[in-house]
Nanobody
Framework: QVQLVESGGGLVQPGGSLRLSCAAS????IGWFRQAPGKEREGVSC????????YYTDSVKGRFTISRDSAKNTVYLQMNSLKPEDTAVYYC????????????????????WGQGTQVTVSS
C-alpha cells in the first residue's frame, strides 16, 4: 500500500507562486490533479519514474513544472504565474499502470491518492 501526503498549498495573489510537495514512492508514476467546487477533477501534470517524461494540461504549460527528488521520494509541482482559475484542491496520485501521453490525465488509472491540499489564488 502506497501512502501519499501532499503539502505546500495556501493563499496567494494572482501572479504569485507556490510549490506543492508529494511524499511518494519513486517506483510509481505520479500525477497531480485538481478539483474546484462543482467542477470535475482534472489532470494537471504527471511524471514517469522510468524516463522522467513529464506531461501537462494545456492551461498550465509554461507556468507549472513537475519534478522529482528520488533521494527524498518526493515529487514537486512548482506553480508560477498563478491565476484565480488555478484555485482548487490539489491531489497527488500514484499509478502502477503504464501511463502514456494519451492516458496520464485519466484519474481512474491511478491507484493511490493523497488527501489533497488547498490552493487559493485571490487578491
Amino acid at each position: 500500500q502506497v501512502q501519499l501526503v501532499e503539502s505546500g498549498g495556501g493563499l496567494v495573489q494572482p501572479g504569485g507562486s507556490l510549490r506543492l510537495s508529494c511524499a511518494a514512492s519513486g517506483r510509481y508514476t505520479i500525477g497531480w490533479f485538481r478539483q474546484a467546487p462543482g467542477k470535475e477533477r482534472e489532470g494537471v501534470s504527471c511524471i514517469r519514474p522510468t524516463d522522467g517524461s513529464t506531461y501537462y494540461t494545456d492551461s498550465v504549460k509554461g507556468r507549472f513544472t513537475i519534478s522529482r527528488d528520488s533521494a527524498k521520494n518526493t515529487v514537486y509541482l512548482q506553480m508560477n504565474s498563478l491565476k484565480p482559475e488555478d484555485t482548487a484542491v490539489y491531489y497527488c496520485a500514484a499509478s502502477s499502470a503504464l501511463v502514456l501521453s494519451t492516458t496520464w490525465y485519466l484519474s481512474w488509472r491511478y491507484d493511490y491518492w493523497g488527501q489533497g491540499t488547498q490552493v487559493t489564488v485571490s487578491s
